[in-house]
């Protein structure tokens, strides 16, 4: 049975080919019909986690808005209109406006798809160095002093593999996926080093019909900066010494090559531990957050933090994963004197 995405592709390949290039019919060309062109072709060049961002975001935000415009009426002005409608009211149910990160990334993949339609010999009008999406300063949860030696008391209580997956993230800064993909062969016991290589995320299953609507894989991590090998802390390396019996294929988490937890089901079990501490709710990412925090208020230079936590740039460690507390704050400020003696005549 024919799908509407089929039909559209070859739409397109009849509008775009060569022969018809000097036609009047390839200035009809409607957005919905290059974005899902479009699609059809990036899919082999992306990972699966990226094609289905991708789809959903064409699906469930663009062609609603953009979808019966034709490619010529693209124009600067009506670009901009789209983004700020998304900011403003951009969530599926209406009540709300969409990040200014989810708007930056829907604006990334319009733009490519309008190049993809120039590279057809399609005009596109839009300008789109001249939209810019103004960046709010987001708060970050970051545990502080008190908190923080709470959770690390109660996750250093017993050699809970979950415990010993969250102190991995609390003192060595792996992501959530990261910690669930983790397997035995990944701990260098020799060098006393630990390899990143895959990361576990659940996604949309857009294949079949009647099976699940989500699915889990385990791929390669978000980006080749993100494959890395971390050394170990002392204490923890001592911790993980008690695994080093399991098979290699053997996930931590689990102790079993065939069972995994996956990241949803960790981020509970973090939630679960921050209640029976008696501490307020915080995201899985704040235990990132809060080891950047800590590096560098102990002196880490930051080229080596980047590298720990798998960023392309400094610029990126700097901006987004470094936040100085309070303690840290009022620890500099007390360095403040009413005056130097040098500076006295």
């Not at 957005?31 to 094609?51: D, G, P």
């Not at 939209?131 to 709010?136: A, G, L, V």
């Not at 973090?270 to 709710?281: A, F, S, W």
């Not at 002196?299 to 936040?323: A, Q, W």
């Amino acid at each position: 049975m024919e799908t509407k995405e089929n039909r559209i592709t070859n739409v397109v390949q009849q509008l775009t080919a060569p022969k018809m290039f000097k036609g009047t019919k390839r200035k009809f060309l409607k957005f919905e019909h290059l974005a899902f062109q479009w699609l059809k072709n990036v899919k082999l060049r992306i990972k699966e986690s990226s094609y289905v961002k991708y789809h959903n975001m064409v699906q469930n935000h663009m062609i609603p808005d953009l979808g019966e415009w034709q490619m010529e009426q693209l124009t600067t002005e009506v670009v901009e209109h789209f983004v700020q409608k998304k900011l403003t009211c951009g969530k599926r149910d209406g009540k709300g406006g969409l990040s200014e990160k989810t708007v930056k990334d829907i604006l990334a993949i319009l733009k490519e798809i309008c190049l993809y339609a120039v590279g057809l010999g399609i005009e596109v009008p839009c300008r789109f160095e001249l939209i810019k999406i103004r960046r709010r300063d987001m708060e970050v949860q970051v545990l502080d002093g008190q908190n923080y030696m709470e959770l690390v008391r109660y996750l250093l209580r017993d050699n809970s593999p979950r415990k010993t997956g969250i102190l991995l993230s609390l003192y060595m800064g792996l992501r959530l996926g990261e910690v669930c993909a983790l397997k035995r062969q990944h701990i260098l016991y020799k060098e006393e080093i630990l390899c990143i290589r895959s990361t576990m995320q659940r996604i949309q299953n857009l294949d079949g019909e009647g099976k699940r609507k989500t699915k889990i894989i385990v791929t390669d991590p978000k980006s080749n900066s993100s494959v890395r090998d971390i050394p170990i802390p002392p204490f923890l390396m001592e911790r993980l010494e008690g695994l080093k019996s399991l098979p290699e294929d053997a996930y931590l988490l689990t102790g079993s090559a065939e069972r995994f937890i996956e990241p949803r089901t960790l981020e509970y079990t973090l939630k679960r531990y921050l209640q029976d501490c008696k501490m307020e709710h915080v995201n899985y990412h704040a235990l990132r957050h809060t080891f950047a925090t800590r590096c560098m208020e102990e002196g880490f230079d930051v080229k080596s933090l980047s590298e720990i936590l798998g960023h392309s740039n400094v610029n990126i460690t700097l901006n987004r994963y470094v936040h100085s507390s309070m303690e840290q704050k009022r620890k500099n400020m007390g360095k403040i004197l009413p005056y130097r003696e040098e500076f006295v005549s």
